[in-house]
């Protein structure tokens, strides 16, 4: 296939999603401001205020929040990568061709090497949440 | 008794001033100096024949023509001797300070300050000596002294109102609460240097969706970690003990149906128990049987809000309907019996309002035969669901020592291993006449409470049927004419009778001058009415000792370390009702 | 031109047929969800909105639509405005590439129109887990901008807990694909024609019952629905991350939680329980002679089967009360992410053992 082909088949793959994008986004916007138009405002500060359960906060909610979730989302990252490259190796291991005992070997590897970290997460207390 | 008093007596001769022992009711009152509290109490929790390990209540009273007007009552109870004692000090109005027994009992500091609130009595070397029922920036005053008027004085009528929604809206004030309002829900004291806390101040309630009412926790947060748990009461402070002191005692029992409102029943009970006692009137026994039963079922009824509602807290939602199906039979039945379903007003002085009928035996009857089978069900939801029993073992675990040093009562105490329940202890009703048992934990945790609760209403079935079963023939209210009025079609008939109706509802029934502590086990704990009397027709002082305050008292140590998740649960197991924890 | 213009309108036409349909499902499983969790609760649900309460969905949306929305006056508007459309945007789209029928291709003036699909992408799951994650970023934003510490918790959580789940998603799937050798949906639901047995869940060499299980766990846990509902913990946090929200905001953030449920649901029946496929060889109407029409038996297997994994979410909801969020954190990480990676090592060993 030609560079050209391929751009076109791309076109007529992706373009329908990005139309949905399109769509879906323009729904949410003009939902929001037709519900604007016709909805009642009255303000008052009273009702404006954050919740809290009826008391006045004590500080502003944007604070600087424990490292805990930093740690998930740093782990998450990291795994996550991981199982990316995972994808492209199942689409095509069970491909009548190409199953090898090398492709199999070379995930186990791979596999045995993400529980490497895996368990070391775990026994550096990573994965508890306190 | 005797021998402890006379062990206090010479060990203390400075210190007692009086003894005041009441043979008709069984209670005995120690009058000591207030400058040698601190040894006496000492002495009375520790020493091996004394052993008043456990502190009911801290009640003060006002007796403004006397030299030193405040009395400062400490009601003591010894769990392992199973009796009472009144300790009694009094203090100055130039200087009304004594010293704080929260070193002794630590549950002393919530009814520390309840005292100090309401009566203006300072307690040297409390930790936190604050107000607790009412606002922080209360102005007018102590409430419970007699010279308060019972509709206040004023305050309220400086209160901003809400803006209207035609006025124009009034700007927005940045306003942030000083650091010093915020050291009270501190764990510790600020660092002086400028290293910002990370610890984050948050507002649990008042409107919150599951504070059980209007109860408001400050927590201090590390992450999701509980640092400090500072509850905030008094939101639905009604004062209904300064209300009380204008009612004739007839006039009262409706007000107590709305301390716990969820089981009205209870209250009653209890504040009928502590007239009679002081009355000195003997129940006839159908009434004593009908008393009973009633009181089991509103157990019953108790404990299924309380289960559907620790459920639903914990997100299992299913249950909480499936026990308000339940409890909807119930109330039933409390309406034929009484016409109400709520705020349930059916104890008497002297007995109950109304007779059972065949067709309320029958449907009680009917209930009990399907009951058992309710309670499986809802086992069978939660009992072994492996998130249920994550989320309630080994959380909020209190120990059988401190549960009793913070003065708990009822399922609190007995999920810790402790196995007092005023029913056995001191059997009032005919419970000492049915068989049943009390169910004890062994962890003190929320786990523990629970399966002492679903046990409790399996209990409460059985003695309800066993009552039915004995249930003699009888008057339902007692004979007793210059007390309790008598019955209409008499009233209507003879003179006497109608002198007597005339007298009690004009002038309301006089009780000796006298005081009295009669404690009552309420489907919470301990429910308690201190009454001192001073011979008229309303009391002169009513106490009201109710379980889900002094529970309220342990929530910080119970919850600290525990998540946010958690507190919701200790809220459940607590199963607080904030009518009983402000009054 | 024209062909592009053309294009365009199919596209148009597919794309309001599937959110019309996700909508009205939306709107179903709002209904229905109360209605079953009242049945199994003892009691009726609604019931006053037209007969026996079937008209409660529009009451709601209209009075959502026609509410104030209330904008917190700490709050930072642009971002506060953003977060529902952020949410529910990606809700949406993933349907693009499910394939709700057969691939029954036929020709319109000169184009190729594939009438049950909006677009066979060939990285279509993929496709559906990048989207699935910006979600999270409405939600988390949605919370930080609310100036509210409740919703500031629940967004966090919210975070936490969705990424950890995802991950045990993503890795269940991994071994589905093993078997179908593909990333389209629509390939992996062709893959699995021909009975039951042919189900990714049942089909030798690798049954896939324990990555289903894993992700349909996973799939509970990302859409935030009970046991795992912790960042709109009711009981806790009040509604976690959309405390403030009212209005029309606040209807986007339950639609995309009701869409995504849809979404996963959906996912589930394709890529574990055959799609549109029905559970026996070829369909009914093929075989009395009504071959046409099959496309219709295809496609109410298809919703059976994912209006069956709805059930499940109000079942679960009935049943199970909340875990706490340690526990949860462990569960996701210490239980699920082991089972799915080890789903990995014993479907790639088996397919390497009896290869197709």
């Known amino acids: 296939m030609s560079g050209i082909e391929l751009l076109l088949e791309y076109l007529t793959k992706y373009f329908p999603i990005l139309l949905f994008i399109f769509v879906a986004l323009a729904f949410g916007v003009v939902t929001l401001l037709i519900s604007y138009l016709v909805q009642p405002k009255y303000p008052e500060p009273e009702k404006l205020s954050a919740y809290e359960c009826g008391s006045e906060p004590f500080s502003d909610a944007r604070m600087p929040f424990p490292v805990r979730y930093y740690i998930f989302a740093m782990l998450f990252v990291i795994f996550d990568i991981e199982v990316i490259f995972l994808y492209p190796w199942a689409v095509v291991f069970n491909d009548i061709n190409k199953v090898s005992i090398i492709g199999l070997v070379e995930m186990l590897v791979f596999i045995a090497l993400f529980l490497v970290a895996y368990v070391y997460a775990w026994r550096k207390g990573a994965l508890e949440w306190d | 008794m005797q021998p402890l008093i006379e062990t206090l007596m010479t060990r203390f001769p400075r210190a007692v001033l009086s003894v005041e022992a009441d043979t008709a009711r069984a209670e005995v009152s120690v009058r000591i100096a207030a400058d040698r509290l601190i040894e006496v109490a000492r002495f009375l929790h520790d020493a091996p024949e004394a052993l008043f390990d456990h502190l009911s209540d801290i009640c003060s009273v006002d007796y403004p023509e006397d030299r030193q007007r405040f009395e400062v009552v400490y009601l003591l109870h010894s769990l392992p001797y199973r009796r009472r004692l009144r300790l009694k000090a009094r203090v100055p109005e130039d200087n009304p300070a004594i010293a704080s027994v929260t070193g002794i009992w630590k549950g002393a500091e919530f009814l520390e300050r309840e005292v100090y609130d309401m009566m203006g009595i300072t307690f040297s070397g409390h930790p936190d000596l604050r107000r607790i029922l009412m606002p922080e920036d209360y102005a007018e005053g102590f409430p419970l002294r007699k010279d308060f008027p019972a509709e206040g004085r004023g305050w309220r009528s400086q209160f901003d109102f809400i803006p209207r929604l035609d006025e124009a809206p009034v700007e927005q004030t940045d306003s942030e609460i ?243 329940d005023i029913r056995k202890e001191e059997p009032y009703g005919v419970y000492d006449k049915v068989d049943w048992e009390v169910p004890v934990g062994k962890n003190g945790d929320t786990y523990d409470r629970y399966w002492i609760r679903m046990e409790e209403m399996r209990q409460s079935a059985r003695i309800i049927r066993q009552c039915l079963d004995q249930l003699p023939a009888g008057p339902i209210i007692a004979d007793a004419p210059q007390y309790i009025p008598p019955p209409k079609q008499h009233v209507m008939r003879d003179m006497e009778s109608l002198i007597h109706h005339f007298i009690i509802f004009t002038q309301g029934l006089k009780p000796p001058k006298a005081e009295t502590y009669c404690a009552t086990e309420a489907p919470k704990g301990e429910l308690g009415f201190f009454i001192v009397s001073d011979g008229s027709a309303r009391p002169y002082r009513l106490k009201i000792r109710s379980p889900s305050f002094v529970h309220m008292g342990a929530f910080d140590h119970m919850a600290r370390g525990y998540l946010i998740s958690d507190i919701i649960t200790i809220f459940g197991t607590y199963d607080i009702v904030m009518g009983e924890c402000d009054r | 031109m024209t062909e592009l213009s053309l294009r365009l309108a199919v596209s148009l036409a597919q794309i309001a047929a599937v959110m019309g349909v996700v909508m009205l499902t939306v709107m179903i499983l709002t209904l229905a969800e109360r209605k079953v969790l009242g049945w199994m609760q003892d009691r009726m649900g609604p019931m006053e909105v037209g007969p026996y309460g079937i008209l409660q969905p529009i009451a709601d949306g209209l009075k959502l639509f026609f509410k104030e929305d209330i904008v917190p006056a700490g709050a930072n508007k642009f ?278």
């Not at chain 3, 080890?342 to 790639?348: A, E, K, L, P, R």
């Open chain 2, 178 to 420: 000083p650091e010093r309002d915020k050291q009270a829900f501190r764990a510790e004291a600020a660092p002086s240097s400028s290293r910002r806390r990370e610890e984050l101040l948050l507002n649990m309630g008042p409107q919150h969706p599951s504070t059980h009412g209007v109860l408001r926790v400050v927590l201090e947060l590390d992450g999701e970690r509980i640092v400090k748990a500072t509850p905030d009461l008094g939101y639905l402070h009604r004062g209904v003990e300064k209300l009380s002191e204008g009612l004739a005692y007839m006039q009262i029992i409706p007000h107590t149906d709305r301390l716990d409102y969820v089981c009205a029943m209870a209250n009653n009970y209890a504040y009928v128990r502590a007239v009679e006692k002081l009355l000195g009137i003997t129940i006839p026994e159908r009434a004593e049987y009908i008393r009973t039963i009633v009181a089991e079922m509103q157990r019953i009824v108790g404990h299924l809000f309380w289960l559907g509602t620790q459920a639903l807290d914990i997100g299992a939602m299913t249950v909480f309907f499936w026990t308000f199906r339940e409890r909807e039979v119930l109330l039933d039945m409390f309406e034929k019996l009484c016409g109400a379903r709520l705020t349930l007003n059916y104890y008497r002085i002297g007995g109950v309002d109304s007779d059972f009928t065949p067709d309320l035996v029958l449907r009680l009857k009917t209930f009990l035969d399907t009951f058992p089978e309710k309670v499986k069900e809802y086992d069978s939801l939660i009992a072994s669901n492996r998130i249920w029993l994550g989320r309630t073992k080994n959380v909020a675990v209190i120990s059988a020592e401190d549960a009793i040093s913070f003065g708990c009562t009822g399922p609190v105490l007995r999920g810790s291993g402790v196995a007092y």
């Open chain 3, 79 to 356: 971002m506060f405005s953003l977060a529902p459309i952020l949410a529910m945007v990606p809700a949406l789209i993933g349907f693009a590439v499910i394939p709700f029928g057969p691939s029954n291709k036929f020709e319109l003036f000169g184009i190729t129109v594939e009438p049950f699909v909006i677009s066979d992408i060939n990285i279509g799951i993929l496709y559906i887990l990048a989207f699935a994650s910006i979600g999270a970023y409405g939600i988390i934003l949605g919370g930080w901008a609310s100036n509210s510490k409740y919703s500031l918790l629940g967004g966090l959580r919210s975070a936490a807990q969705v990424i950890s789940y995802e991950l045990n998603v993503g890795l269940a799937i991994v071994g589905v694909l093993i078997l179908a050798g593909s990333l389209s949906l629509v390939k992996i639901t062709e893959a699995q024609s021909g009975g039951f047995w042919h189900w990714y869940v049942f089909a030798l060499p690798a049954p896939q019952i324990f990555a289903f299980v894993v992700y349909v766990i996973s799939a509970v846990a990302e859409t935030n629905r009970v046991p795992f509902d912790l960042p709109e913990a009711e009981s806790e946090l009040v509604a976690g991350f959309f405390t403030e929200y009212s209005g029309m905001r606040f209807a986007f953030f339950f639609i995309a939680e009701y869409a995504n449920m849809v979404l996963v649901s959906c996912v589930a029946a394709a890529m574990f329980l055959g799609g549109w496929n029905a559970p026996y060889p070829g369909t009914i109407l093929e075989h009395v002679g009504l071959g046409q029409f099959a496309w219709a038996e295809n496609i109410a297997w298809f919703t059976v089967k994912a209006y069956l994994f709805l059930f499940l979410f109000f079942w679960l909801r009935a049943t199970l009360p909340r875990l706490r969020y340690d526990q949860l954190m462990k569960f996701g990480w210490k239980v699920m992410l082991p089972i799915a990676l080890g789903n990995i090592v014993v479907t790639s060993i088996a397919v390497y053992l009896f290869p197709r």
